[in-house]
């Protein structure tokens, strides 16, 4: 009896941490894989992050834009021409909070910060997000999208 629970003990510290993940890490996981890819620059890996009919709401964009097209235009200007040096800018996240809304979606509001040197000077722009991730098959996908600048402190 004992060996038997010593057996299984181990097996269950064999196991992967991340095979208990839910939604809320899963989703959580997208926008890590959003800010890893803004910092490297990449705007074909941040459009595959998104679904094929997301609603996307870019910081300076005037228009709710809802084709890849359009989100690919969006980062690839974002980006820079030519394209900005990977790792030039750095997007790091300042903290969310997820909302579980079912086993297929969950809701992500939190804040983010953009920062980089431009004539010797750093800049620092803070930014607040709001993001809705779904599955879509076996994958995590971005299916709404909004963000804009952080009102500064009264």
């Given amino acids: 009896m004992m060996r038997c629970s010593v057996v299984l003990i181990a097996a269950l510290l064999a196991v992967p941490f991340n095979a208990f993940a839910g939604p809320k ?22 459009v595959s992050l998104f679904t094929a ?20 235009q969006y980062f690839v200007t974002a980006f820079g021409t030519p394209a ?4 030039a800018v ?3 996240s300042l903290g969310t909070s997820a909302l579980v809304l079912s086993d297929t979606a969950v809701l992500i509001s939190g804040m983010w910060q953009v920062e980089w040197v431009a004539d010797g000077k750093p800049n620092l722009l803070p930014l607040r997000v709001s993001l ?5 098959g076996d994958r995590w996908l971005i299916a709404q999208f909004h963000n804009s600048p952080r009102p500064r402190p009264q």
């Avoid at 900005?84 to 790792?87: A, D, K, L, S």
């Fill in 25 to 46: 890490e899963d989703a959580q996981a997208v926008f890590d894989k959003f800010l890893t890819s803004f910092t490297a620059a990449n705007a074909e890996e941040v």
């Fill in 53 to 72: 009919d997301a609603l996307f709401w870019g910081t300076t964009m005037p228009n709710l834009v809802t084709t890849p097209d359009g989100i690919r």
């Fill in 84 to 87: 900005r040096t990977p790792g």
């Fill in 90 to 92: 750095k997007a790091t």
């Fill in 132 to 136: 809705v991730v779904t599955k879509r």
